[in-house]
């Protein structure tokens, strides 16, 4: 199993910025792909961006140019730098790590951009 821990969402005014972070436990050595997906109120879950373990990456259209997706070589951590941030980046994030064919979550931490 994977267990993976959030942090470094809050409050922020538009065009802030914030570095969320994804600490992963476990069998981090099986992880092939991670990612940051995020749930807006009353909107279904979206990818934000991904990374591979050959450091391919991948953004949702919207976030490209504003978001940088990193991890360490461990595999035990990964960030999200959120630059310009707008209010409907408001979301709770989410953090996955996919290991064989399971995927695992972590518990999510809340972004809100508000002025």
């Known amino acids: 199993q994977v267990q993976l821990v959030e942090s470094g969402g809050g409050l922020v005014q538009p065009g802030g910025s914030l570095r969320l972070s994804c600490t992963a436990a476990?069998?981090?050595?099986?992880?092939?792909?991670m990612g940051w997906y995020r749930q807006a109120p009353g909107k279904q879950r979206e990818l934000v961006a991904s990374i591979t373990t050959g450091n391919s990456t991948n953004y949702l259209d919207s976030v490209r140019g504003r978001f940088t997706i990193s991890g360490s070589n461990a595999k035990n951590m990964m960030y999200l730098q959120m630059n310009s941030l707008k209010p409907e980046d408001t979301a709770v994030y989410y953090c996955?790590?996919?290991?064989?064919?399971?995927?695992?979550w972590g518990q999510g931490t809340q972004v809100t951009v508000s002025s």
């Open positions: 476990g069998r981090i050595f099986s992880i092939y792909n």
């Open positions: 996955h790590a996919d290991v064989h064919t399971k995927r695992y």
